[in-house]
């Protein structure tokens, strides 16, 4: 997932996540090439960030559907530019991964009980850790995905019956 559309509030920006050769991440917005700087806490949320030589406070939902500043809270779309299916919503059983990217724990197996709200699986994207959590409480009945396996944008990664 490199090349991503991002809506917030309305306006789509285009953007191009690159690691360069000393492991720094770079993000190409619109065509202007900026530094990208993230500083996250162990339970995945990141109260910082460096954009090009711009400080900003943020929270983000972990499920991307919006980004709050200290100024403000903006309603959020990601798109991989690559993938064919869009993000789509769940109500039902079925998790499905928010954005691209590696399994880099998993929480759960086959046929355990979970809870509403309950972490299954961490997905790694850019550097950021996701907790994807149970949508509703029950067994879960399929794991479609594996330890250090990428996934796509909307991939079925549980089943919840």
């Known amino acids: 997932m490199n090349k991503i559309q991002v809506v917030i509030d309305g ?3 285009d953007i191009d996540v ?3 050769p000393q492991g720094r991440a770079i993000a190409i917005v619109d065509g202007e090439t900026l530094p990208l700087v993230m500083e996250y ?5 990141t109260p910082w960030a460096l954009v090009g030589s711009r400080s900003y406070e943020i929270e983000i939902d972990s499920q991307l559907r919006w980004i709050r500043t200290a100024r403000q809270q903006h309603l959020l779309d990601l798109r991989d530019r690559d993938a064919q299916a869009q993000r789509p919503a769940s109500g039902d059983g079925r998790v499905k991964a928010p954005i691209p990217g590696t399994i880099t724990r998993l929480m759960v197996a086959a046929g355990d009980q979970v809870s509403a709200g309950q972490p299954l699986l961490v997905l790694e994207a850019m550097k950021m ?3 994807v959590n ?3 409480s029950g067994t879960i009945e399929r794991l479609n995905v594996a330890l250090g396996q990428s996934v796509t944008l909307g991939a079925v990664m549980a089943e919840i019956a």
Do not use: H, K, W
């Open 18 to 20: 690159q690691i360069d």
């Open 11 to 13: 306006m789509s920006f």
């Open 41 to 45: 806490q162990n339970n995945g949320t």
């Open 129 to 131: 850790e996701n907790q």
């Open 134 to 136: 149970a949508p509703r």
